[in-house]
C-alpha cells in the first residue's frame, strides 16, 4: 500500500520561504511523476508543480520563478521550495504520485499560509 506523507507546512509572511517535503512509502511499479498541487478556499485544486522520473519539470505559471520542484527517487522523496510567498499561494498543499500506467495516489495535505 502506498502511502505519502507530506511536511514543512506552516504560517509565513509575504515575501518569506518554506520547503515542502513528502515521502512516499510502500511498492510503487513503473516509473513515476511526482507533484504538488494546491486548493485554496473556495477554489478548485489546481497543479503547482510536477516533475518526472527523468527530472523535466513543469510549473504553473504562478509559481514560476519562485517556486522550485525537486526529487531524490533512491529516497522516493519530492521537494518543494517555494520562494518569495505571496499571500495568493496560501492553501492547502497536496503531494500526488503517478506511476505510469499506474494509479495516482494523494497524501493528506499540509497548510500554507502567507500573511500579507
Known amino acids: 500500500q502506498v502511502q505519502l506523507v507530506e511536511s514543512g507546512g506552516g504560517l509565513v509572511q509575504a515575501g518569506g520561504s518554506l520547503r515542502l517535503s513528502c515521502a512516499a512509502s510502500?511498492?510503487?511499479?513503473?516509473?513515476?511523476?511526482r507533484a504538488w498541487y494546491r486548493q485554496a478556499p473556495g477554489k478548485q485544486r489546481e497543479l503547482v508543480a510536477s516533475i518526472t522520473w527523468s527530472g523535466s519539470t513543469n510549473y504553473a505559471d504562478s509559481v514560476k520563478g519562485r517556486f522550485t520542484i525537486s526529487r531524490d527517487n533512491a529516497k522516493k522523496t519530492v521537494t518543494l521550495q517555494m520562494n518569495s510567498l505571496k499571500p495568493e499561494d496560501t492553501g492547502v498543499y497536496y503531494c500526488?504520485?503517478?506511476?505510469?500506467?499506474?494509479?495516482?495516489?494523494w497524501g493528506q495535505g499540509t497548510q500554507v499560509t502567507v500573511s500579507s
Open positions: 500526488n504520485i503517478s506511476p505510469l500506467g499506474g494509479s495516482e495516489h
Open positions: 510502500g511498492i510503487i511499479y513503473g516509473l513515476t511523476t
